[in-house]
């Protein structure tokens, strides 16, 4: 998502749950994590310039290959079935 304060970060939320090892599986709530996307692309070594592959991403807004294009080039898709 495109910040107000500018630039993009992916937003992660992940269930929480009390004590899974006594059985206690009561749903607590919702963890929310703001992650830098710039950061985890380096981090993942998706912008290494020696990278071997291609990478596109696509299915913002959690639409899947309907989703728009967020990473690489549309090119990627178009050769592809994907």
Known sequence: ???VQGGRR?????PAF???EFNQNAFWG??????DE????????MMDIN????????????L???GDIFYGSKNIFQSCSG
């Open 38 to 45: 710039k950061k985890l692309y380096q981090a993942s070594g």
């Open 18 to 20: 009390l004590n899974k």
């Open 30 to 35: 919702i963890v929310s994590a703001v992650i």
């Open 1 to 3: 998502m495109n910040l």
């Open 51 to 62: 990278l071997d592959i291609e990478l596109g991403i696509r299915g913002q807004d959690a």
């Open 64 to 66: 899947g290959k309907h």
């Open 10 to 14: 992916f937003i992660a939320r992940i």
